[in-house]
C-alpha cells in the first residue's frame, strides 16, 4: 500500500498548481481520500476530503473557494488543485487514505496511510 | 466547531519514563471518532490509536489511548528511544476533520 505525492513547487502568490498522488496496493476506487497540510514547523491541518466514488467534497475554511479535490478512479490518482495561492499557504501536503471500521455500534475514522508529502513554497 | 486542544505543548521525560499527553475537545464527541498520530521530523504521521484506544497494526503495546466525551489520554508506557516525536490527536467529522496542535516527547 503505497501513496506518492508530486506536484509541489515554488510559486509566485496568486498563482495556481495542481498537486497529485498516485495511490497503489489498494482498490483505491473503495476509498475516500484526504488532503493534509503542515507548514514549516507547524501543526497539521486537514484540508479537504473526497468520497471514495468523488460524489462529495469538503473543505477547511481556510482553503474553501480556492483549492478543489477531485480524483480519477480509472487512473488510481487523487488531485489537489490550489488557485489564488497565498504565502500562508506554504506547507508540505500530504495525502491520506481514509478508513472507516464499524465495530457493532460504532464506527471508527481515520487516516491510515499517508504519503511522503509534497513542499509547496509561495513566495514573490 | 470542536476545538482540541492539546496538553502540554512539551514533555521532557528520559527513556523509561510514562509519558501521559491530554487531548481536550471543546464538546463532547463520540469516542469512536478520536485517533492518535506520531510524527517524527521529516516523515509523514504515522497512525497509532483509533476509536480512542484500539492500537492500530503493528503498534507495540506500550502505546494505550483512553478516554471518553471531552477528555482523552495517550499514554506511552515506558518511552523507547524511537518514541520522542510529536504526536496529534485528530477527531472526525462528516465535513470536517480536525487536528489538535500537538505535543512534542522530548529526551530531557
Known amino acids: 500500500v503505497q501513496l506518492v505525492e508530486s506536484g509541489g513547487g515554488v510559486v509566485q502568490p496568486g498563482r495556481s498548481l495542481r498537486l497529485s498522488c498516485a495511490a497503489s496496493g489498494f482498490t483505491f476506487s473503495s476509498a475516500g481520500m484526504h488532503w493534509v497540510r503542515q507548514a514549516p514547523g507547524k501543526g497539521l491541518e486537514w484540508v479537504a476530503v473526497i468520497w471514495y466514488d468523488g460524489s462529495d467534497q469538503y473543505y477547511a475554511d481556510s482553503v474553501k473557494g480556492r483549492f478543489t479535490i477531485s480524483r480519477d478512479n480509472s487512473k488510481d490518482i487523487l488531485y489537489l488543485q490550489l488557485n489564488s495561492l497565498r504565502a500562508e499557504d506554504t506547507a508540505v501536503y500530504y495525502c491520506?487514505?481514509?478508513?472507516?471500521?464499524?465495530?457493532?455500534?460504532?464506527?471508527?475514522?481515520?487516516?491510515?496511510?499517508w504519503g511522503n508529502g509534497t513542499t509547496v513554497t509561495v513566495s514573490s | 466547531e470542536i476545538v482540541l486542544t492539546q496538553s502540554p505543548g512539551t514533555l521532557s521525560l528520559s527513556p523509561g519514563e510514562r509519558a501521559t499527553l491530554s487531548c481536550r475537545a471543546s464538546q463532547s464527541v463520540d469516542s469512536s471518532y478520536l485517533a492518535w498520530y506520531q510524527q517524527k521530523p521529516g516523515q509523514a504521521p504515522r497512525l497509532l490509536i483509533y476509536g480512542a484506544s484500539s492500537r492500530a497494526t503493528d503498534i507495540p503495546d506500550r502505546f494505550s489511548g483512553s478516554g471518553s466525551g471531552t477528555d482523552f489520554t495517550l499514554t506511552i508506557s515506558r518511552l523507547e528511544p524511537e518514541d520522542f516525536a510529536v504526536y496529534y490527536c485528530q477527531l472526525y467529522g462528516r465535513s470536517r476533520w480536525t487536528f489538535g496542535q500537538g505535543t512534542k516527547v522530548e529526551i530531557k
Open positions: 491520506a487514505r481514509w478508513i472507516t471500521v464499524t465495530t457493532g455500534h460504532f464506527q471508527s475514522h481515520y487516516l491510515d496511510v
